[in-house]
C-alpha cells in the first residue's frame, strides 16, 4: 500500500537557521506530493504540492522537489522564523485515489527567537 | 468568502453514545472528505462524498457514516463510540477532481 514517512520532532531552530524535513513516500503509479502545515489549533493549510517528477514545489520561501528516483520529497526553507513553528506533514495522492490523501505522522518544527 | 466550516468546535461525549459532526464546504465546491486526526499522528482519511453518495471510504467500521446534502454540506456520524474515537475530525473540500484539498479547523471529539 501506499506510505509516507517522515523525520520525527521535534525540530528545534532558532531564528533565521535552515531548515530541512524529510519525506519519503512508497506509492503505486506516479503520486502527486503536498506539504501541509498547521498551526496549534488550527486545521491543515496546503503549502506548496508537486505533480510529476523534477517538479519543485514553492511558497512562502519553502521548497520542495518530487525526487522520484529517490522517492522523495524533502522540505527546505532557507531562514526560518518564530512564525514557522507549526507541525508540517507530508501527503500523497495517487491518481486512482483521487480526493484521498495519504498522510506522514507530521514533524513539529519550533523555532526560538 | 468563507472557508471549510465545521461545527461544534468542541465536542464530550460518554462511551456507547452517538455523534454528529456537521461541515459547510467552501463556495463553489461540490466534494466533500472526512478525517480523522488523533493525538500526535497524521490525518487518515474516513471517506468522501459527492454527488450525495459516498465514493471513497478508508479503513474505518460501519460505525462511521455520512451524508451529503444537495446544497454540498455533509455529515459525519459515529455511533456506539469508543475511547479510541477521540480525536479531531477535519473536514475538506474541493472542486471535482481537482485539486487541492481545502480544510477547515475541525471538530474535536473527547471520549469519556
Known amino acids: 500500500g501506499n506510505s509516507v514517512t517522515q523525520m520525527e520532532g521535534p525540530v528545534t531552530l532558532s531564528e533565521e537557521a535552515f531548515l530541512t524535513i524529510n519525506c519519503t513516500y512508497t506509492a503505486t503509479g506516479y503520486p502527486s506530493l503536498f506539504w501541509y502545515v498547521q498551526y496549534p489549533g488550527e486545521g491543515l493549510q496546503l503549502l506548496l504540492k508537486a505533480t510529476k517528477a523534477d517538479d519543485k514545489g514553492s511558497n512562502k520561501g519553502f521548497e520542495a522537489t518530487y525526487r522520484k528516483e529517490t522517492t522523495s520529497f524533502h522540505l527546505e526553507k532557507g531562514s526560518v522564523q518564530v512564525s514557522d513553528s507549526a507541525v508540517y506533514f507530508c501527503a500523497l495522492m495517487t491518481t486512482d485515489s483521487w480526493g484521498k490523501l495519504q498522510f506522514g505522522a507530521g514533524t513539529q518544527v519550533v523555532v526560538t527567537p | 468568502d468563507a472557508g471549510v466550516t465545521q461545527s461544534p468546535t468542541h465536542l464530550i461525549k460518554t462511551r456507547g453514545q452517538q455523534v454528529t459532526l456537521r461541515c459547510s464546504p467552501k463556495s463553489g465546491h461540490d466534494t466533500v472528505s472526512w478525517y480523522q486526526q488523533a493525538l500526535g499522528q497524521g490525518p487518515q482519511f474516513i471517506f468522501q462524498?459527492?454527488?450525495?453518495?459516498?465514493?471513497q471510504r478508508g479503513n474505518f467500521p460501519d460505525r462511521f457514516s455520512g451524508h451529503q446534502y444537495p446544497n454540498y454540506s455533509s455529515e459525519l456520524n459515529v455511533n456506539a463510540l469508543l475511547l479510541g474515537d477521540s480525536a479531531l475530525y477535519l473536514c475538506a473540500s474541493t472542486p471535482r477532481r481537482a485539486s487541492p484539498l481545502h480544510f477547515g479547523n475541525g471538530t474535536r471529539l473527547t471520549v469519556t
Open positions: 462524498y459527492y454527488e450525495e453518495e459516498e465514493r
